[in-house]
């Protein structure tokens, strides 16, 4: 992480968000990404139960075998990436690599996890898993997401990038990194970048995007 970056460039007063709203908004996101693989295990049930489809079972095993990995693999990504696990204070890197790479195993992007093994808090350790998953999301056809985290002068420095072609920051995205309402665009995609900038900003941190030609990067900082 030794390149330079230009300035968080962040609004002083994000926009105010009824926790209501923001909750609902999380769940509606965390419901869309849970009912493709909890649909399909249904689908490949019933081809299971279906007498004129016998010809069928090994894909509906297949089915049902892949789409239940990616739903666990979902779940215990989310448990981390949304805040439910209140009880546990830190991580470590390994695992917070092994609950990302779980989740790039179904999307077409790569990681590169360069983030060396150590103790992570709570808060930095929402931070950069939310920020890899919106990285992977910036790659619709393949690329690299590369995420480096380093504990630096009493903070955590997250930095996370996407490279490949048809990388793209959505604006809805970008929107919700700089606290500002919702637009035109996904609502899915900008809770999640509106509830991770509310998480750094919330420890004090900074957080902040930009993209250019084939790359969008993630940084954010955060007191250790």
Known sequence: MS??????????????VRPEELAARLAAKL????????????????????????DMRDEAMQLIA????????????ARVAFGSTAGQDS????ELERLTRSVFEHVRAELDWAAPPQGT???AAVIVLNLAQLA????????????????EAGAFQINVRAQGPRARLHPE???GLAGEPLGDGLAGRWVQAFYVQAV?????GAIAAEATDEMVRFRATVPA
């Open 3 to 16: 390149e330079s970056h230009p300035a968080f460039n962040q609004p002083e007063a994000p926009v105010d």
């Open 31 to 54: 419901c869309h990404d849970f009912v493709s693989p909890a649909g399909a295990i249904v689908s490949g049930l019933d081809l299971l139960d279906d007498p004129t489809a016998k």
């Open 66 to 77: 892949s789409s239940a990995r990616k739903l666990t693999d979902l779940l215990a990504f």
């Open 91 to 94: 991580f470590e890197s390994g």
């Open 121 to 123: 808090p709570k808060r």
């Open 136 to 151: 992977g999301a910036a790659l619709p056809v393949g690329g690299v997401a590369r995420v480096e985290m380093r504990a």
């Open 173 to 175: 995205v970008a929107s």
């Open 200 to 204: 750094a900003r919330g420890g004090g």
